[in-house]
């Protein structure tokens, strides 16, 4: 699994997704996100309405 950095956007913190991914999903600017959070796991999941599959960010 690739690492990706947290980075500072205005007030927010944002983490990036690598291009690969963003052409397989054919993921657009605009298009929303639905965020699932999973704290005791240290699991955010993004699901994207509309598309096939989900991307999941899993701290192992």
Known sequence: ???????RTGNSLAVTLPSSAIKNMDIKVGDIALVRIRRTKNEITLSFPGRPRQLSLVDK
Do not use: L
């Open 1 to 7: 699994m690739p690492k990706r950095k947290v980075i």
